[in-house]
């Protein structure tokens, strides 16, 4: 069986990258990561300043990477919330075993 990465390591790997993130109310924003915690709650630095976004508030999260040949933007991993409460006990459960491990 294939392992998916959960939220928090795709975070992981978007720290310190430029990233968009598109909120609930369908506005998108562009910057990089400069933090994040286990509720999904980000700072990016943008170029109107740092900003905090709530991790409830997030609904897509997706890396700004530029083809060389195109320099149309693709998404490289997207992060999104769980859909169904059996998901989200599912994300909560391997977060844990992850936590778990580190400890």
Do not use: W
């Amino acid at each position: 069986m294939e392992k998916y990465p959960t939220p928090i390591e795709t975070l992981h790997k978007f720290r310190g990258k430029e990233i968009i993130v598109e909120l609930r109310n369908k506005e998108t924003i562009c910057g990089e990561l400069v933090a994040f915690d286990l509720s999904t709650n980000l700072t990016l630095k943008t170029a109107e300043g740092t900003r905090f976004f709530q991790g409830n508030s997030v609904n897509l999260i997706y890396s700004k990477k530029e083809t060389e040949s195109t320099g149309a933007e693709v998404k490289e991993e997207t992060l999104s919330e769980p859909e169904t409460p059996q998901e989200a006990e599912v994300t909560e459960e391997v977060q844990e075993k992850e936590e778990d491990k580190t400890e």
